[in-house]
Each structure stands twice: as C-alpha cells, then as structure tokens.
C-alpha cells in the first residue's frame, strides 16, 4: 500500500520560487528512485527531474539551471525547489515511484499539486 502525497503548490508571479514535497509511505523509500512530473492543459505528461536510489540526478533541458531536485531520507521526502518561474511552468506536478509498478501493472503516483504562474 505504497501512498505518495503531494504539497506545495499554488499561484506565483513569474521569477518567483516554490518548493514542492513528495511524502512516501508503505514502502521502503530508501530503494525508490523518485520523478518530478508535470502536465499542463492539452499536454502530455513529462518528466521535469529525477534522483536514482543512488543518488544520481538528471533535469530535463526546461529544469536545468532553474530546478533542484534532492531527498531527505529522515522523512521520507523527496522535493522539487523551484525557481525562476515562468508562465510555461504552470501545469500539476506529479511525483512517481520510477523503478517499481503496483501488483496490477499500473504506475505509483500521486495525486498531483497545482502549480499556477501568472502575474
């Protein structure tokens, strides 16, 4: 019964920062490793950053520079600093669990958090 939850979202103007959290329970949150995911209205879901199991890091071209992804294993949280903000930002960010799927076949996701950048 792995569950992820999703907070931090909401309106910013452009330029401004948000950080997003991604609590794991049920699960052994030490072996996941973790995506950052966004989809905007009209738009297929893309991966914005992702932290290996391992640590290794990787951002998408738009979240380079602008981004940062990082874990504390204490609480079981993964987040996304996000800064620099643009109106293309806006769309719900999703977290995932990348390296395991449910019994049924189906991916570990939450359930997403509003991400609003508009002046």
């Known amino acids: 019964q792995v569950q992820l939850v999703e907070s931090g979202g909401g309106l910013v103007q452009p330029g401004g920062s948000l950080r997003l959290s991604c609590v794991v329970s049920?699960?052994?949150?030490?072996?996941?490793?973790m995506g950052w995911y966004r989809q905007a209205p009209g738009n297929t879901r893309e991966l914005a950053a992702q932290i290996t199991n391992v640590g290794s890091i990787n951002y998408a071209d738009f979240a380079k520079d602008r981004f940062t992804i990082f874990r504390d294993y204490a609480k079981n949280t993964v987040y996304l600093q996000m800064n620099s903000l643009k109106p293309e930002d806006t769309a719900v960010y999703y977290c995932?669990?990348?390296?395991?799927?449910?019994?049924?076949?189906?991916?570990?996701w939450g359930q997403g958090t509003q991400v609003t950048v508009s002046s």
């Open positions: 995932r669990i990348e390296n395991y799927r449910r019994a049924n076949g189906s991916g570990i």
């Open positions: 049920g699960g052994i949150f030490s072996g996941f490793t």
